[in-house]
Nanobody, 125 residues
Framework: QLQLVESGGGLVQPGGSLRLSCAASRTLDYYAIGWFRQAPGKEREGVSCISNNDRSTNYADSVKGRFTISRDNAKNTVYLQMDSLKPEDTAVYYC???????????????????WGQGTQVTVSA
């Protein structure tokens, strides 16, 4: 059973930055990795992902140019660097992993099997 643990959330002012980490209990080499978020009263949405089909990275339009996903295979860790944060980025952020090949843009939550517990990100002055 793969375990994922997110960290790095917190309170930040608009325009600030945070880096979220997702530490896995074993190698993520063959997994699709996704970052998702869910704000109160809203559905969970895909933020960014690394495909296990072609190793491409994908971003939601709302975060393109501001967020960057990366991975450190030696540490079994995936990161989400979030810059130029806006109040609308406030949400609980989750990382997810899927061992079977995802042939879509990998931003659909239902395609993922393993989930972390989430970390709160609050963007407020």
């Amino acid at each position: 059973q793969l375990q994922l643990v997110e960290s790095g959330g917190g309170l930040v002012q608009p325009g600030g930055s945070l880096r979220l980490s997702c530490a896995a209990s074993r190698t993520l080499d063959y997994y699709a990795i996704g970052w998702f978020r869910q704000a109160p009263g809203k559905e969970r949405e895909g933020v960014s992902c690394i495909s296990n089909n072609d190793r491409s990275t994908n971003y939601a339009d709302s975060v393109k140019g501001r967020f960057t996903i990366s991975r450190d295979n030696a540490k079994n860790t995936v990161y989400l660097q979030m810059d130029s944060l806006k109040p609308e980025d406030t949400a609980v952020y989750y990382c997810a992993a899927e061992p079977y090949t995802i042939r879509t843009m990998c931003l659909r939550s239902y395609e993922y099997t393993y989930w972390g517990q989430g970390t709160q990100v609050t963007v407020s002055a």
